[in-house]
């Protein structure tokens, strides 16, 4: 059964700060990775999306890279914003009936 | 332009009672979803169905049934709500293309 880990749960740091969050998953048969934020009270918001067979898409400031011999996914945000405070969540795809399957989630707090 | 939309965003309803989620996608994507958000903000998916096929999650109560009648709508209907239902409830719709997961904003359901 897959299980996704998102570390760390919780971060805050100041304005304009490189970051990375970390996105780690069990079965490395996946079809694809995607990143999403969650903003309070509202849906997720699809940010990239990697394909099986892709290393790394880059949106914006936002970088995300995929290793899935080893089971890992990094989030890249350049040049932090207070916008950019939401909820990260890492999702792999593994196919038939367990759809997306989610880690927990990364609190991201920007200081102003 | 609103992608994927739920109605209601918000609904309160006692234990017994019967209820309806309604979901409507734009997209023209092949695919839709229903996922549950608990109260640890953890995401599971509970069905994805498209016009050939339904995949259930086999931990989803039979008291839950989605009804798709049409392409572009996929409905969640909830007999005999109990105390745990009460969760934030997610659409999504994918196109087959690049399997990307797009969400609406969520339905809370609250069962008192």
């Known amino acids: 059964k897959q299980e996704v880990t998102q570390i760390p749960a919780a971060l805050s740091v100041p304005e304009g700060e490189n970051l990375v969050l970390n996105c780690s998953f069990t079965?490395?048969?996946?079809?694809?990775l995607q990143w999403f934020r969650q903003d309070p009270g509202k849906g997720l918001t699809s940010l990239l999306l990697i394909q099986s067979s892709q290393r790394e898409q880059t949106s914006g400031r936002l970088n995300a890279s995929l290793d899935k011999s080893s089971g890992r996914s990094t989030l890249y945000i350049a040049a932090s914003q207070p916008g950019d405070s939401a909820t990260y969540l890492c999702a792999v795809e593994g196919g038939g009936a367990d759809g997306l399957t989610f880690g927990k989630g990364t609190h991201l707090i920007i200081q102003p | 332009d609103t992608a994927v939309s739920q109605t209601p965003k918000y609904l309160v309803t006692q234990m017994g009672n019967d209820k309806s989620i309604k979901c409507e996608q734009n997209l023209g994507h092949d695919t839709m979803y229903w996922y549950k958000q608990d109260s640890k903000k953890f995401l599971k998916i509970m069905f994805s169905?498209?016009?050939?096929?339904?995949?259930i999650n086999e931990t989803v109560p039979n008291r839950f049934s989605p009804k798709s009648p049409d392409k572009a709508h996929l409905n969640l209907h909830i007999n005999s709500l109990e105390l745990g239902d009460s969760a934030v409830y997610f659409c999504?719709?994918?196109?087959?293309?690049?399997?990307?997961?797009?969400f609406g904003e969520g339905s809370r359901l609250t069962v008192l």
């Open positions: 999504a719709s994918s196109p087959r293309t690049t399997g990307e997961l797009f």
């Open positions: 169905y498209n016009n050939k096929e339904l995949i």
């Open positions: 079965d490395s048969a996946i079809y694809n």
